[in-house]
Nanobody, 125 residues
Framework: QVQLVESGGGLVQAGDSLRLSCAASGRTFSLYKAWFRQAPGKERAFVAAINWSGATFYEDSVQGRFSISRDNSTNTVYLEMNSLEPEDTADYYC????????????????????WGQGTQVTVSS
């Protein structure tokens, strides 16, 4: 079983940057790690994912602004967020999956077995 704990959220202004971290404990090596976000009144939505070899996948609206990375030695996944916009305001959740899956499925919430509790990001205009 994997436990995930996010950190790094906060209140920033439009154009600023933030780096979110997600530390894993328990059965820690997951083939896939991802970030999702949930804005007020909306469903939780895919942001980015990374597989065991470092291949990355992004939601269109964050492509070029956000960067996902992982450090397997510390079992941590990061989300570097640049040029933040008010529309990026949301609770951000990390997720992980232990076993192989299709890349085309990485945007699906149901694919992931473990979730963190979330960290809040607020971007003011």
């Amino acid at each position: 079983q994997v436990q995930l704990v996010e950190s790094g959220g906060g209140l920033v202004q439009a154009g600023d940057s933030l780096r979110l971290s997600c530390a894993a404990s328990g059965r820690t090596f997951s083939l896939y790690k991802a970030w999702f976000r949930q804005a007020p009144g909306k469903e939780r939505a895919f942001v980015a994912a990374i597989n065991w070899s470092g291949a990355t996948f992004y939601e269109d609206s964050v492509q070029g602004r956000f960067s996902i990375s992982r450090d397997n030695s510390t079992n941590t996944v990061y989300l570097e967020m640049n040029s933040l916009e008010p529309e990026d305001t949301a609770d951000y959740y990390c997720a992980s999956r232990l076993t192989r899956a299709r890349d085309s499925d990485l945007r699906e919430r149901a694919l992931y077995e473990a979730w963190g509790q979330g960290t809040q990001v607020t971007v003011s205009s």
